[in-house]
């Protein structure tokens, strides 16, 4: 996996705390940007993957699909925003 290098604005108060956060966690303040970055990938990510399943709900559930879930008016927020497991 490559590198690359990223330009990010920032407002002094905002990186007063993230320079503040990476003196108590010990760790440069590019690090715990990059994590940031990574863990909002992540969630978007998953997010992404639920609005894909909650659009193509309709044409699954009229084919008859057996990995059509049966429990999503209950379970909405579920295939929004967890991981779905198989």
Same mark, same amino acid.
Do not use: C, F, K
């Given at each position: 996996?490559? !590198? !690359? ?8 108060? $905002?990186?007063?705390?993230? %320079? ?5 966690? $010990?760790?440069? +303040? /590019?690090?715990? %940007? #990059? &994590? #940031?970055? #990574?863990?909002?990938? &992540?969630?978007? /990510?998953?997010?992404? &993957? ?8 309709? $044409?699954? /559930? !009229?084919?008859? %699909?057996?990995? /059509? +879930?049966?429990?999503? #008016? ?13």
């Amino acid at each position: 996996m490559g !590198v !690359v290098t990223l330009e990010v604005l920032l407002s002094s108060e $905002q990186y007063e705390l993230l %320079s503040d956060v990476a003196r108590h966690r $010990q760790q440069p +303040p /590019a690090q715990i %940007s #990059a &994590e #940031a970055i #990574a863990d909002w990938l &992540e969630r978007e /990510a998953r997010r992404r &993957e639920g609005l894909r399943i909650l659009r193509t709900m309709p $044409q699954r /559930a !009229v084919a008859g %699909s057996e990995d /059509a +879930p049966r429990d999503l #008016a209950r379970n909405h927020d579920r295939y929004l925003y967890e991981t779905r497991q198989p």
